[in-house]
């Protein structure tokens, strides 16, 4: 598997893991807003059935109190209980959603209707015929002890309260067990929140502690492989398994340190053909170049004191021109064997190399200068002649003045010159 893919997979499944974490933290949240609001309806609701009650047990005792004393208040506070016990059945099956809280609603509601039309209201209208005839107090006397002495209007508000208190306590019951609910799952959900996002943390370490393991040391092999190369053993290889990046990276260096072996033995091949050329044309070139010196040797030992000092001068000429030669070979010899021998230094006096290469160029219109003595060096003598030899040929071959000027001149810095 590609190492992008794995990383990618593997970010993919802290991700789900993370996104599983959110979900339920998210529901959780949704269920602690749904049971506010619940809670806050039951609130609403038991608030209103208080307040029904209440306001039962005051429509009874200003009833009592109207039908005895007759005040116009008391009628009054009874209608208000009255008109906002309505308003109260109106609101609570909005607020109640629960089936048995419905049906004791429904049998509270009927309970007070029936205490309402069986003894409320007859009794206030015939107290309000008693003040108006004799005939209508004496029926109201009546229609009160048949109403109010004998024990059915008790019993009705003794099954009224009863049906409030079951109907608080059922609230009361749900409201607990909504909230024992509640509170394990917001205790579940902790936990499990706790145990996945220590999961998810936990393998996001190891995936990624394995996939560096696995990146860095197959990099330190392919380094190690890089010094080895670079320390000279060109058939360093590294293991070149998977076929993710790293793998494909590992066969495109082995290829590599195979493709550089193959040109370093080539190279070499090649390095030791050239020594051997330079070593056959040099000893090839040496032959004439001593043939010309033993000649001159002959000429200089027959007719040495027949020469004329004008044939002396040539001849000098020539042999100078032969050693520059042979020193060019020797040069060439040198340049092969560089970086395979040590170099040999040798006492050199600059003065004298330049009045060799001088005498040695043709050079007619240019003249050269050295305004004062050059210094000895302690150097390789024939890389040095070549530096200057050249120096000096091009300024002969391409000055641009009628006649040429030379000047060769040194400064000592301490350290170099």
């Not at 019993?155 to 394990?184: G, P, T």
Request: hydrophobic share 40%.
């Amino acid at each position: 598997m590609k190492i992008a893919n794995l990383i990618f997979l593997s970010f993919i499944f802290v991700l789900v893991l993370f996104s599983i974490t959110t979900y339920i933290n998210f529901r959780q949240s949704e269920e602690v807003t749904e049971n506010t609001e619940y809670f806050a309806r039951s609130t609403e609701i038991v608030r209103n059935s208080n307040r029904f009650q209440r306001n039962i047990l005051n429509m009874v005792s200003c009833l009592r109190g109207y039908l005895l004393t007759g005040e116009e208040y008391l009628i009054q506070a009874y209608d208000t209980a009255l008109k906002e016990n309505e308003s109260i059945l109106r609101e609570l099956p909005v607020l109640i959603t629960n089936t048995d809280e419905k049906r004791l609603l429904k049998e509270i509601s009927s309970l007070n209707n029936q205490w309402i039309q069986s003894f409320a209201t007859p009794l206030i209208e015939a107290r309000n015929r008693a003040e108006k005839s004799e005939s209508g107090f004496i029926s109201f006397d009546r229609l009160y002890r048949e109403k109010l002495v004998k024990e059915d209007e008790q019993n009705l508000q003794a099954k009224l309260q009863q049906k409030f208190r079951e109907f608080s306590n059922y609230e009361y019951r749900n409201r607990e067990a909504r909230k024992q609910i509640l509170d394990s799952s917001i205790e579940g959900t902790k936990e499990l929140s706790f145990y996945l996002t220590m999961c998810s943390v936990v393998l996001g370490l190891l995936v990624a502690g394995f996939v560096a393991h696995r990146i860095s040391t197959r990099i330190v092999r392919m380094v190690n492989m890089a010094d080895s190369i670079a320390s000279g053993n060109y058939n360093a290889k590294t293991d070149a398994t998977g076929k993710d990046e790293l793998g494909r990276l590992a066969l495109a260096l082995n290829h590599m340190a195979w493709v550089l072996s193959e040109n370093i033995t080539l190279l070499k091949r090649k390095n030791e053909e050239l020594d051997q050329f330079a070593h056959v044309v040099s000893h090839d070139l040496k032959a004439p170049l001593r043939g010309i010196d033993n000649v001159l040797t002959w000429i200089d030992e027959d007719l040495g004191p027949e020469i004329s000092p004008k044939m002396r001068e040539y001849l000098d000429l020539i042999k100078g021109r032969v050693n520059r030669s042979e020193n060019l070979i020797q040069g060439m010899l040198s340049y092969t064997r560089v970086g395979k021998e040590k170099a040999v230094t040798e006492e050199v006096d600059l003065n004298q190399m330049m009045q060799e290469i001088w005498e040695s160029l043709s050079s007619p219109g240019t003249r050269l200068s050295v305004p004062r003595p050059l210094p000895v060096l302690q150097a390789e003598k024939v890389p040095l002649m070549q530096v200057f030899s050249n120096l000096i040929s091009n300024a002969v071959k391409y000055h641009d003045k009628p006649e040429g000027a030379i000047t060769v001149y040194h400064e000592d810095r301490d350290t170099h010159y």
